[in-house]
C-alpha cells in the first residue's frame, strides 16, 4: 500500500482527515448537553421531563434533517452544503450559553439536530468524490470513528470548562471548534477535478471506477420503496435500536452522577464515560470483522449478518445488572461498555444489509428512511425516560427508573431481530427495482 501511495499520491486521506474531524465536532457538539445535565439541573432548574422534551426537540429535527440534508447537498455541491451544515451546527451549539430555560434549550437543540442531519449525507458524498470503490470502506470506517473521538472527548473536556468558567462557556468554546474547521476545509476541499494540488496520477487513481457515478446519483422515491418488505424491516430495526443509543449518549452521564454518585467534576467521572465510548470503537471494528469472516467461510449473506446480529443482541443482555447491589462501579462501567460495543457492531452490520437487500440505487434512499425511524424512535424513549425518571425522582428512588430504562435497553435488540425476519424473512434480495 505504501509503495502504490508514494506513486500516486494521498492528498484523498487528507480530505478524509477533514471528514473525521468533522464527524468528531459533530459528536462532542451533541455530547455537551448530556455531560451538563447536572448544572442545568442545579442552575437552571432543569428538571428529568424537561431534559427528557429537549432531547426529544434534538431527535425531532434530527429526523425532518435526515429527510432534508441529502437532497440539499446534493443540490448546492459537497464543499458549500457541508460548509453550511457544520457552520449552522456550530452556531447552534454555541446559542445554547444563551438559553434561559428549558423553550430556549428545547429551541436551540432542535436547530443544532436539524443542521447536525447534514454531517453524514455530506460525509458519505465527499467519500464517494474522494475515493475508488474499493477505499471507500476503509475512508467511511476511518471518518466515521471520529463519532467515538468526539464523544470520549467531550467528558474529558467539559466539566473542565463547565467547573472553570461556567457551563455557557461549555457550549460556546465546543461550538467555536467547527468554525476552525470551516478554514481548513475551504482551503483543502475541492472535487478532485478542480483541487490543483492533486496529482495527474492520483485523480486518475480516484476516478479509475468513475462508471460507478451514474449508478450512485440515481434516485427512488420513497413512495415506492416503503411497498416492499425489506425497507419496513430495516426501518423497524433502526427504530428499536437507535434509541438506545440516545441513552448512552444523553443518560449515561446523568446515571454515573445519580446512581454511582460520581462527582461530575472529579477525574472518575470523565475517565468512566471516555472507557465507555472508547469501547465502542472496538465493538464497531469486530462486528464488521465478524460478519466478514463468516462470510469467508462460505455462508450466504443473510446467515452471516443475521448471526452476527444476534450474537450481538445477546450480548446487550447483561446490562440487566448494571443496577445490581454486588456490581461494583467498574464492573457496572463494562456492562455497559459491552453493550455499547454491541450496539455498535449490531448497527455496522443492520446497514449493511440495506446493500445485501436492495440494489446500489436504491441504497441511498432506504438508508434514509432507516435513519428518521431510528430518530423517531430516540425521541420517543426520550419523552419516555424523562418522565420515567422525573416520576422516580420525585418519589426518591431514581434507582428504579434507571433499571426500567435498562430493562428496554437489554431486550431492544433481540425484539429488533425477531421482528425484523418476521417482516422480511431471510431478508430476501429485491429484484424488480
Same mark, same amino acid.
Given at each position: 500500500?505504501?509503495?502504490?501511495?508514494?506513486?500516486?499520491?494521498?492528498?484523498?486521506?487528507?480530505?478524509?482527515?477533514?471528514?473525521?474531524?468533522?464527524?468528531?465536532?459533530?459528536? *462532542? !457538539?451533541?455530547?455537551?448537553?448530556? %455531560?451538563? &445535565? /447536572? #448544572?442545568?439541573?442545579?442552575?437552571?432548574?432543569?428538571?428529568?421531563?424537561?431534559?427528557?422534551?429537549?432531547?426529544?426537540?434534538?431527535?425531532?429535527?434530527?429526523?425532518?434533517?435526515?429527510?432534508?440534508?441529502?437532497?440539499?447537498?446534493?443540490?448546492?455541491?459537497? &464543499?458549500?452544503?457541508?460548509?453550511?451544515?457544520?457552520?449552522?451546527?456550530?452556531?447552534?451549539?454555541?446559542?445554547?450559553?444563551?438559553?434561559?430555560?428549558?423553550? @430556549?434549550?428545547?429551541?436551540?437543540?432542535? +436547530?443544532?439536530?436539524?443542521?447536525?442531519?447534514?454531517?453524514?449525507?455530506?460525509?458519505?458524498?465527499?467519500?464517494?468524490?474522494?475515493?475508488?470503490?474499493?477505499?471507500?470502506?476503509?475512508?467511511?470506517?476511518?471518518?466515521?470513528?471520529?463519532?467515538? =473521538?468526539?464523544?470520549?472527548?467531550?467528558? *474529558?473536556?467539559?466539566?473542565?470548562?463547565?467547573?472553570?468558567?461556567?457551563?455557557?462557556?461549555?457550549?460556546? +468554546?465546543?461550538?467555536?471548534?467547527?468554525?476552525?474547521?470551516?478554514?481548513?476545509?475551504?482551503?483543502?476541499?475541492? =472535487?478532485?477535478?478542480?483541487? &490543483?494540488?492533486?496529482?495527474? $496520477?492520483?485523480?486518475?487513481?480516484?476516478?479509475? !471506477?468513475?462508471?460507478?457515478?451514474?449508478?450512485?446519483?440515481?434516485?427512488? /422515491?420513497?413512495?415506492?420503496?416503503?411497498?416492499?418488505?425489506?425497507?419496513?424491516?430495516?426501518?423497524?430495526?433502526?427504530?428499536?435500536?437507535?434509541?438506545?443509543?440516545?441513552?448512552?449518549?444523553?443518560?449515561? /452521564?446523568?446515571?454515573?452522577? !445519580?446512581?454511582?454518585?460520581?462527582?461530575?467534576?472529579?477525574?472518575?467521572? @470523565?475517565?468512566?464515560?471516555?472507557?465507555?465510548?472508547?469501547?465502542?470503537?472496538?465493538?464497531?471494528?469486530?462486528?464488521? #470483522?465478524?460478519?466478514?469472516?463468516? +462470510?469467508?467461510?462460505?455462508?450466504?449473506?443473510?446467515?452471516?449478518?443475521?448471526?452476527?446480529?444476534?450474537?450481538?443482541?445477546?450480548?446487550?443482555?447483561?446490562?440487566?445488572?448494571?443496577?445490581?447491589?454486588? =456490581?461494583?462501579?467498574?464492573?457496572?462501567?463494562?456492562?455497559?461498555?459491552?453493550?455499547?460495543?454491541?450496539?455498535?457492531?449490531?448497527?455496522?452490520?443492520?446497514?449493511?444489509?440495506?446493500?445485501?437487500?436492495?440494489?446500489?440505487?436504491?441504497?441511498?434512499?432506504?438508508?434514509? %428512511?432507516?435513519?428518521?425511524?431510528?430518530?423517531?424512535?430516540?425521541?420517543?424513549?426520550?419523552?419516555?425516560? @424523562?418522565?420515567?425518571?422525573?416520576?422516580?425522582?420525585?418519589?426518591?428512588?431514581? !434507582? $428504579?427508573?434507571?433499571?426500567?430504562?435498562?430493562?428496554?435497553?437489554?431486550?431492544?435488540?433481540?425484539?429488533? #431481530? +425477531?421482528?425484523?425476519?418476521?417482516?422480511?424473512?431471510?431478508?430476501?434480495?429485491?429484484?424488480?427495482?
Amino acid at each position: 500500500m505504501e509503495t502504490i501511495n508514494q506513486q500516486i499520491g494521498k492528498y484523498r486521506w487528507t480530505i478524509c482527515t477533514l471528514i473525521f474531524f468533522a464527524t468528531t465536532i459533530n459528536y *462532542l !457538539d451533541r455530547q455537551v448537553i448530556g %455531560i451538563l &445535565k /447536572p #448544572w442545568l439541573e442545579k442552575e437552571v432548574g432543569l428538571g428529568e421531563a424537561e431534559y427528557g422534551y429537549i432531547v426529544t426537540a434534538f431527535q425531532f429535527a434530527y429526523a425532518l434533517g435526515m429527510i432534508l440534508a441529502g437532497r440539499i447537498i446534493d443540490k448546492l455541491g459537497t &464543499k458549500i452544503g457541508y460548509a453550511m451544515a457544520l457552520f449552522g451546527w456550530s452556531i447552534a451549539a454555541i446559542l445554547h450559553a444563551f438559553a434561559a430555560g428549558p423553550v @430556549g434549550f428545547g429551541f436551540f437543540r432542535a +436547530l443544532l439536530g436539524i443542521t447536525e442531519a447534514g454531517n453524514f449525507p455530506a460525509a458519505i458524498k465527499a467519500t464517494a468524490e474522494w475515493f475508488p470503490k474499493k477505499e471507500r470502506a476503509l475512508a467511511t470506517g476511518i471518518f466515521n470513528s471520529g463519532a467515538n =473521538v468526539g464523544a470520549v472527548l467531550a467528558p *474529558l473536556t467539559v466539566p473542565f470548562i463547565a467547573e472553570t468558567w461556567g457551563w455557557e462557556w461549555a457550549f460556546i +468554546l465546543t461550538g467555536a471548534i467547527g468554525l476552525l474547521w470551516l478554514v481548513f476545509w475551504f482551503i483543502f476541499y475541492e =472535487v478532485p477535478n478542480k483541487q &490543483k494540488r492533486l496529482s495527474a $496520477a492520483e485523480l486518475a487513481y480516484i476516478e479509475s !471506477d468513475k462508471e460507478e457515478a451514474e449508478v450512485v446519483g440515481e434516485k427512488l /422515491p420513497w413512495s415506492k420503496l416503503l411497498k416492499y418488505r425489506q425497507t419496513w424491516a430495516f426501518a423497524v430495526g433502526k427504530f428499536l435500536t437507535d434509541p438506545i443509543w440516545w441513552f448512552f449518549l444523553f443518560w449515561i /452521564p446523568g446515571w454515573l452522577n !445519580d446512581v454511582r454518585g460520581v462527582s461530575v467534576t472529579g477525574s472518575g467521572f @470523565g475517565i468512566s464515560l471516555a472507557v465507555i465510548y472508547t469501547s465502542t470503537t472496538f465493538g464497531s471494528i469486530f462486528g464488521g #470483522w465478524l460478519s466478514s469472516f463468516f +462470510l469467508k467461510k462460505g455462508w450466504t449473506a443473510f446467515k452471516a449478518r443475521a448471526t452476527s446480529m444476534l450474537i450481538f443482541a445477546f450480548m446487550v443482555v447483561p446490562i440487566l445488572f448494571v443496577q445490581n447491589e454486588n =456490581v461494583g462501579l467498574w464492573g457496572a462501567i463494562a456492562l455497559i461498555s459491552l453493550a455499547a460495543s454491541a450496539h455498535q457492531a449490531w448497527s455496522a452490520n443492520i446497514f449493511t444489509t440495506v446493500s445485501d437487500m436492495f440494489p446500489k440505487k436504491a441504497i441511498g434512499s432506504v438508508t434514509g %428512511i432507516g435513519g428518521m425511524a431510528g430518530a423517531i424512535g430516540g425521541m420517543l424513549v426520550a419523552v419516555l425516560a @424523562g418522565n420515567i425518571l422525573e416520576f422516580y425522582k420525585a418519589q426518591g428512588n431514581v !434507582d $428504579a427508573g434507571y433499571l426500567i430504562l435498562f430493562i428496554i435497553a437489554a431486550f431492544a435488540y433481540l425484539i429488533a #431481530w +425477531l421482528v425484523m425476519n418476521l417482516i422480511a424473512p431471510k431478508w430476501q434480495r429485491i429484484q424488480d427495482l
